[in-house]
């Protein structure tokens, strides 16, 4: 499923899953460090997503979407807004594509079906933590504490997961048993990340 595309604007939002972006329109790539996932959806799914991706991007330019590792299902409503869950809560890179896809109601993950406190996910939490800790403003001491609650038994939903669900979802949410053999295939295929990334850009850490 992953191999060179061609890429066309309507399909360019998929790409949101990983801090990847394709610079040309139109072109098609032979040798490239970035990977297109095909989607199962039909056209019109496709150009509703990406619709409402333009919309919800518009309705929060102001950048008040917090960066948390503590989330909720509902982070959006149905017109593209933002909807806070208090003090601590917010999203990653992988929760925000996660929360568009429910507030369209296309659930992607049954998410009571994923494993708490996996090897790693805890390190990378504080790694999360850290570098919130001495972002530029720093973030609150009570936002970081209420993400610290979570731990170690912390419930992450993994990048390659959830590109590996888009990829292979077709009508009904998805659960971890069905998307890890497909997340790990994924993750096999793409390169490591830079050593400095996750300190430097709390985007791509996630």
């Not at 929060?60 to 809560?89: C, L, Q």
């Not at 490591?192 to 985007?203: E, F, G, T």
Request: net charge negative; glycine share 4%.
């Amino acid at each position: 499923m992953l191999a060179s595309y061609t890429v066309t604007r309507r399909r360019k939002f998929a790409l949101a899953i990983f801090p990847f972006i394709f610079a040309s329109e139109g072109a098609t790539f032979q040798k490239t460090p970035y990977f297109w996932l095909e989607p199962q959806f039909n056209e019109m799914v496709c150009e509703q997503v990406a619709a409402f991706l333009a919309h919800v991007a518009e309705e929060n330019k102001m950048g008040k979407i917090p960066y948390s590792i503590a989330n909720r299902e509902t982070a959006f409503d149905e017109f593209g807004k933002y909807v806070p869950s208090g003090v601590g809560y917010g999203l990653t890179c992988a929760s925000y594509i996660l929360s568009i896809f429910h507030a369209l109601s296309v659930p992607l993950l049954h998410f009571q079906t994923w494993p708490a406190g996996r090897v790693g996910d805890a390190q990378w939490a504080e790694s999360i933590l850290a570098a919130l800790a001495t972002a530029d403003p720093p973030t609150s001491p009570e936002h970081i504490a209420v993400q610290r609650a979570e731990l170690p038994n912390i419930v992450r939903f993994r990048p390659e997961e959830v590109g590996a669900a888009f990829m292979i979802f077709t009508n009904t949410a998805l659960t971890f048993e069905q998307v890890e053999p497909s997340s790990l295939e994924l993750l096999a295929l793409l390169p490591p990340p830079p050593a400095r990334a996750l300190a430097s850009k709390l985007v791509e850490a996630d």
